[in-house]
T-cell receptor, first 114, second 116 residues
Framework: DTEVTQTPKHLVMGMTNKKSLKCEQH?????MYWYKQKAKKPPELMFV???????INESVPSRFSPECPNSSLLNLHLHALQPEDSALYLC?????????????FGNGTRLTVT | AQSVTQPDIHITVSEGASLELRCNYS??????LFWYVQSPGQGLQLLLK??????LVQGIKGFEAEFKRSQSSFNLRKPSVHWSDAAEYFC??????????????FGQGTELSVKP
């Protein structure tokens, strides 16, 4: 069982739609991450939140907008996406007393942009 | 340049046989070292990590890895493979400095198939 929960599991959206991905953890972790993974490739870091503040943005296009409402929740708001944005989006978390590296991953949201 | 190399894209082993997945890295200083496993349609699961201390690290599911500083390697081993071990395995390295966090460098992955 994963301790990082992502919803929805699958999402299909058109290029003009607005949708959001949600991630939740109740392990008391203070760092949360968004990764993007294309098929047969390793994950690519998008954003890191540390103590609910955006710590790292890996030059992600503005059509992806992260939000960390509290220490347990992480959202990724999507708007005007392109077909090449179709991928598996992974959320991860880590405790405050480790280096900022993701230790617990969710099962991801499989996003298809049509 | 910082990089992680997993030389084997795909490995097939028989169930019950031993397994070794190779990982070499290039990094400015000794990094943190990780092995993750990803089953089809799933997220990544941390198998084990090396931060410091004993260079032979025990992980979950019967896996172990050995850090060899002189060879810049962190190979993953399992003495007897089970059919459920079939998955994609990623080696990764990360910075020891907190404010450079999140920037794990992943290898390209090794896909493990298990023959009955």
């Amino acid at each position: 069982d994963t301790e990082v929960t992502q919803t929805p599991k699958h999402l299909v959206m058109g290029m003009t739609n607005k949708k959001s991905l949600k991630c939740e953890q109740h392990m008391g972790h203070r760092a949360m991450y968004w990764y993007k993974q294309k098929a047969k490739k390793p994950p690519e870091l998008m954003f890191v939140y540390s103590y609910e503040k955006l710590s790292i943005n890996e030059s992600v296009p503005s059509r992806f907008s992260p939000e960390c409402p509290n220490s347990s929740l992480l959202n990724l708001h999507l708007h005007a996406l392109q077909p090449e944005d179709s991928a598996l989006y992974l959320c991860a978390s880590s405790p405050k007393d480790t280096a900022l590296v993701p230790l617990h991953f969710g099962n991801g949201t499989r996003l298809t942009v049509t | 340049a910082q990089s992680v190399t997993q030389p084997d894209i795909h490995i097939t082993v028989s169930e019950g046989a031993s397994l070794e997945l190779r990982c070499n890295y290039s990094y400015g200083a000794t990094p943190y070292l990780f092995w993750y496993v990803q089953s089809p349609g799933q997220g990544l699961q941390l198998l084990l990590k090396y931060f410091s201390g004993d260079t032979l690290v025990q992980g979950i599911k019967g896996f172990e890895a050995e850090f060899k500083r002189s060879q810049s390697s962190f190979n993953l081993r399992k003495p007897s493979v089970h059919w459920s071990d079939a998955a994609e395995y990623f080696c990764a390295v990360g910075p020891r400095i907190y404010n450079q966090g999140g920037k794990l460098i992943f290898g390209q992955g090794t896909e493990l198939s298990v023959k009955p």
